[in-house]
């Protein structure tokens, strides 16, 4: 059974940092995609980070460009996604995502059929 555990959301005033984690079992993270994808109340989710299993390549939204960074420790089979210079643009429910395999574009949510349950992220101006 896949399951996906997100943590380290919360609130933050705007510049600050958080760092999110998500622990996965059922499926091996370096043999998988997975993906970061936040949704803000009433918008569409919106893949934010992604990177391939082998941890090579990553991709990320323009909008987070340059600020997220996605990682991956094979050995705890977690991926990790730090979020620096935050903005309130920035909040939302942030659910970490996995797929053996993509159809779609990276960054595309309905690539992605394991989820988590998510954590809020809160950034305050």
């Known amino acids: 059974q896949v399951r996906l555990v997100e943590s380290g959301g919360g609130s933050v005033q705007a510049g600050g940092s958080l760092r999110l984690a998500c622990v996965a079992s059922?499926?091996?993270?370096?043999?998988?995609?997975t993906a970061w994808v936040r949704q803000a109340t009433g918008n569409e989710p919106e893949g934010v980070a992604t990177?391939?299993?082998?941890?090579?390549?990553?991709y990320y939204a323009d909008s987070v460009k340059g600020r997220f960074t996605i990682s991956q420790d094979n050995a705890r089979n977690t991926v990790y996604l730090q979020m620096n210079n935050l903005t309130p643009e920035d909040t939302g429910m942030y659910y970490c995502?996995?797929?053996?395999?993509?159809?779609?574009?990276?960054?595309?949510?309905?690539?992605?059929?394991?989820w988590g349950q998510g954590t809020q992220v809160t950034v305050s101006s």
């Open positions: 059922g499926y091996s993270v370096p043999h998988a995609w």
């Open positions: 995502a996995a797929a053996r395999t993509i159809a779609a574009r990276p960054l595309t949510a309905q690539n992605y059929n394991s």
């Open positions: 990177i391939t299993g082998g941890g090579v390549y990553r």
